[in-house]
């Protein structure tokens, strides 16, 4: 590690720690619907979406109508989305004659961008028309992120109230997340990137003469435009992740500039971190919310470390050729292979850490050229659920499934009914908890067991060996846990990857919010226990280091034997040579 | 494939719907 690059990196650390108590504090205004200031500038905009749809938002629901009305609301984006694809050739705003996207990528981009994935088997500049980017994927972008959100406060929901049946209203939750939160975000985002140079425009694609053309090649160049900014900040906000070019954040287009790199790098963890504070906020312990950031910390320190010293120090292979990876004033030195020269290694690595870590995918360094270990750090951080900061909502509501299953173990071994934040834990909520972590582990690894089998499967796997292997096992933890970013090298843009990434999406996200509202709805017909000396004080280290434990054993166990067939397997071939 | 692609939305959906009721059954049917 080179002490500019460790500087760096705690800049972007402090930055994010100081704004998550004042983004978490107003948060927590807006869903308990206090005074947050934005509401006297969009309350209309809130008052007249509940008219338009015939809304009444006084009117609670119980978990299963929650559930319901985010089933809907998502089912029909979906198809939304899937109608755009299919008929952009029809409709207005693709000055570049893009024709119909094929079904099954449709439907791969359908439910990646409905369930907040984001992956990307298609390349956007290539694919999609300005009308499907902006009015299918980025509408999606910033929905799929407020059911999230929404999803989550009605957890919240469950800790605070008291025997009673209801845990809000999903209309009400999806629409203040959107209005009150990621609109004024992502608006701010936007100019600030316009700022440094990244691209809003519905011009058409600009052609240029090349400044050095070879003979025989074109002398004119075609420059990918479109309304790129807006997308892009919602994309980083909503932990979305979707690129509007094909080469995601490393384009030029789309974050040029190192501090569009800082902006952007803030906006993927600002919003999973500053949710932990209005957790804590909610359920009047704001103690209870900075445990589990410490809990997100002990965990996303020691990966971005790991990741860095294996980028920086440098690719064995190039070092016998007589490569100069050494860092200087000239160089950022280490494995510079699929890397942006003005990001360098550390910028790299921290954003490989933090995508992955949040469920956002997008990436400005290809991480299929990370050397194996730097490319094994993103690839366990999808695989140990998304919950270190996670998605926006979804991140939280899987670690607190972690803390629920942390504390029942706690309970366990001194004999006592668990509790936490005072509501007891019984065997309804571990059944629950018990499916919100084993459906994304069975997902990943059923689908890539499948993928390696099936001659479908291997037909585009490229680099055969460890690291073609390392290539499915990446994509299906990138798809079963809704994190959307891609190894790159392994052709996913076919029938069957479309079509099997698509169902992983889909059970990852949804099969997993449901038990989560099924556990909000319980908790909030238990009555408050008041804490006594049996009671494992939740805020302390012990349940701190308590979570983070078992979060890691059950990653550990249930993904070594894939990692070792992967990454692990590589890195000794690599230096066994 | 439109036709088979739309099918497998509404599998999925009817799927989860499946789930919803799983899970509220074995919470005890509680609203």
Same mark, same amino acid.
């Given at each position: 590690?080179?002490?500019?690059? +460790?500087?760096?990196?705690?800049?972007?650390?402090?930055?994010?720690?100081?704004? +998550?108590?004042?983004?978490?504090?107003?948060m927590a205004r807006v869903y308990q619907g206090q005074p947050?200031?934005?509401?006297?500038?969009?309350?209309?905009?809130?008052?007249?979406?509940?008219?338009? /749809?015939?809304?009444?938002?006084?009117?609670?629901?119980?978990?299963?109508?929650?559930?319901?009305?985010?089933?809907?609301?998502?089912?029909? *984006?979906?198809?939304?989305?899937?109608?755009?694809?299919?008929?952009?050739?029809?409709?207005?705003?693709?000055?570049?004659?893009?024709?119909? +996207?094929?079904?099954?990528?449709?439907?791969?981009?359908?439910?990646?961008?409905?369930?907040?994935?984001?992956?990307?088997?298609?390349?956007?500049?290539t694919t999609m028309s300005y009308l499907t980017q902006m009015l299918g994927l980025t509408a999606q972008n910033f929905v799929s992120a407020?059911?999230?959100?929404?999803?989550? !406060?009605?957890?919240?929901?469950?800790?605070?109230?008291?025997?009673?049946?209801? %845990? *809000?209203?999903?209309?009400?939750?999806l629409t203040r997340s959107t209005v009150y939160i990621l609109l004024p975000l992502s608006f701010v985002l936007a100019l600030a990137l316009v700022s440094q140079g990244v691209v809003q425009t519905f011009n058409p694609y600009a052609k240029v003469a090349v400044l050095q053309p070879i003979t025989g090649s074109e002398s004119e160049q075609t420059i990918a435009l479109g309304p790129a900014a807006s997308q892009i900040a919602i994309k980083q906000l909503g932990t979305n992740g979707g690129g509007f070019f094909n080469?995601?954040?490393?384009?030029p287009l789309e974050n040029p500039t190192p501090l569009s790199n800082l902006l952007e790098l803030l906006a993927i963890l600002i919003l999973p971190a500053a949710l932990c504070y209005t957790f804590g906020d909610m359920v009047g312990d704001r103690r209870q919310g900075w445990a589990l950031l410490a809990v997100i910390l002990v965990l996303f320190i020691p990966c971005l470390i790991a990741?860095?010293?294996?980028?920086?120090? *440098?690719?064995?292979?190039?070092?016998?050729?007589?490569a100069d990876q050494t860092p200087g004033s000239d160089q950022s030195g280490g494995n510079m292979e699929g890397k942006e020269?003005?990001?360098? %290694?550390?910028?790299?690595?921290?954003?490989?850490?933090?995508?992955?870590?949040?469920?956002?995918?997008? !990436?400005?360094?290809?991480?299929?050229?990370?050397?194996?270990?730097?490319?094994?750090?993103?690839m366990l951080l999808m695989q140990l659920g998304e919950i270190v900061f996670g998605g926006v909502g979804s991140g939280l509501y899987g670690l607190i499934a972690f803390a629920i299953v942390a504390i029942f173990i706690a309970g366990l071994m001194v004999g006592r009914t668990p509790e936490y934040l005072g509501k007891k834990i019984e065997a309804f909520e571990m059944k629950m908890a018990s499916l919100i972590i084993l459906i994304p582990c069975a997902v990943v690894l059923i689908g890539t067991a499948v993928a390696v089998t099936l001659p479908a499967g291997k037909a585009t796997i490229f680099n055969p060996g460890a690291h073609g292997f390392s290539e499915v096992l990446y994509a299906f933890s990138s798809a079963g846990n809704n994190n959307g970013s891609a190894f790159a090298g392994l052709g996913a843009n076919t029938i069957f990857y479309n079509t099997a990434l698509g169902l992983a999406m889909f059970f990852a996200r949804y099969w997993l919010a449901i038990p989560i509202l099924a556990i909000a709805g319980s908790l909030a017909q238990k009555k408050i226990v008041p804490a006594s000396s049996g009671t494992l004080p939740t805020h302390?280290?012990?349940? +701190?280091?308590?979570?983070? %434990?078992? %979060?890691?054993?059950?990653? /550990?166990?249930?993904?070594?034997?894939?990692?070792?067939?992967g990454p692990i397997v590589e890195h000794l071939q690599l230096y066994s040579s | 494939m439109d036709v088979v692609f739309l099918?497998?939305?509404?599998?999925?959906?009817?799927?989860?719907?499946?789930l919803i009721g799983v899970c509220h059954s074995l919470s005890g049917g509680q609203s």
């Open positions: 590690m080179t002490t500019f690059g +460790v500087l760096q990196i705690l800049l972007y650390l402090a930055l994010l720690l100081a704004l +998550v108590k004042l983004l978490g504090l107003y947050c200031g934005t509401d006297r500038l969009l309350g209309w905009l809130e008052r007249g979406l509940y008219r338009l /749809a015939g809304i009444k938002p006084d009117a609670e629901m119980n978990w299963r109508q929650y559930a319901l009305a985010m089933l809907l609301f998502n089912m029909l *984006g979906l198809l939304v989305v899937y109608a755009l694809q299919r008929t952009q050739h029809l409709l207005p705003l693709n000055p570049a004659a893009l024709g119909p +996207v094929s079904p099954d990528s449709s439907f791969n981009s359908a439910v990646s961008f409905a369930t907040n994935t984001n992956w990307q088997g298609y390349g956007g500049e407020a059911a999230g959100m929404a999803c989550l !406060v009605a957890l919240i929901r469950g800790f605070t109230r008291r025997q009673t049946g209801t %845990i *809000g209203n999903f209309w009400v939750d080469a995601n954040s490393a384009h990741c860095y010293v294996a980028e920086q120090a *440098g690719n064995p292979k190039f070092a016998a050729a007589g020269v003005r990001f360098g %290694i550390a910028n790299s690595a921290l954003w490989a850490t933090a995508t992955t870590a949040a469920s956002n995918g997008s !990436v400005n360094a290809m991480h299929d050229s990370f050397l194996p270990l730097g490319g094994l750090i993103p302390t280290p012990l349940f +701190v280091a308590l979570v983070a %434990i078992v %979060i890691v054993i059950v990653g /550990a166990l249930t993904f070594l034997p894939a990692l070792a067939l | 099918s497998l939305v509404l599998a999925l959906a009817g799927l989860t719907l499946g």
